[in-house]
T-cell receptor
């Protein structure tokens, strides 16, 4: 398996623009997670899905953030409109039911909003 | 609720020094415990894990033992290398299989 695949690896956008981050989880993993990492706040869980259904989105910072998982092999995290304080590395991770094998993380998308 | 507390960094060591990064946890039930490593510019990678008390996880010369009596899962390595410079995260899989990550400990190994 190629692991969790995220795209793009880097994104630079202007304030006010819409940004869409993409994630392909490992086949057969039931859970998908979106995290944000910054120097100030560390690793923050934004939202997670189980069998494509959003379970907990309490970490989504504002209504500008939205996430979807239309099928088991694809998820998006959208920021509209983007702001400079959204600049961070966004990680997607997936895992099997049960959790004993841990998470597999993607390589992340480094977002810079100017 | 479930949580993980790991030692503050940053940690700076000379090559071949002994490494300990402390991690303690709070959990109901019997969590699984993990150490993840994040190299610069990369995502988190599973380093090792232990699923029950007294289990020892090991990988790449790193070890950690699941100690239920002290609710700890300290990461150790006998002789660090420059290539071990990274951020290390302790984590647990607890109630409802929810994962909880520590804040991360940055390690720099100097030649």
């Amino acid at each position: 398996d190629a692991g969790v695949i995220q795209s793009p690896r880097h994104e630079v956008t202007e304030m006010g623009q819409e940004v869409t981050l993409r994630c392909k989880p490992i086949s057969g993993h039931d859970y998908l997670f979106w995290y944000r990492q910054t120097m100030m706040r560390g690793l923050e869980l934004l939202i997670y899905f189980n069998n494509n259904v959003p379970i907990d989105d309490s970490g989504m910072p504002e209504d500008r953030f939205s996430a979807k998982m239309p099928n088991a092999s694809f998820s998006t995290l959208k920021i509209q409109p983007s702001e400079p304080r959204d600049s961070a590395v966004y990680f997607c991770a997936s895992r099997e039911q049960g959790g004993a094998m841990g998470y597999t993380f993607g390589s992340g998308t480094r977002l810079t909003v100017v | 609720g479930d949580s993980v507390t790991q030692m503050e960094g940053p940690v700076t060591l000379s090559e071949e020094a002994f490494l300990t990064i402390n991690c303690t946890y709070t959990a109901t039930g019997y969590p699984s415990l993990f150490w993840y490593v994040q190299y610069p510019g990369e995502g988190l990678q599973l380093l090792l894990k232990a699923t029950k008390a007294d289990d020892k996880g090991s990988n790449k010369g790193f070890e950690a033992t699941y100690r239920k009596e002290t609710t700890s899962f300290h990461l150790e390595k006998g002789s660090v290398q420059v290539s071990d410079s990274a951020v290390y995260f302790c984590a647990l899989s607890g109630t409802g299989n929810q994962f909880y990550f520590g804040t991360g400990t940055s390690l720099t190994v100097i030649p």
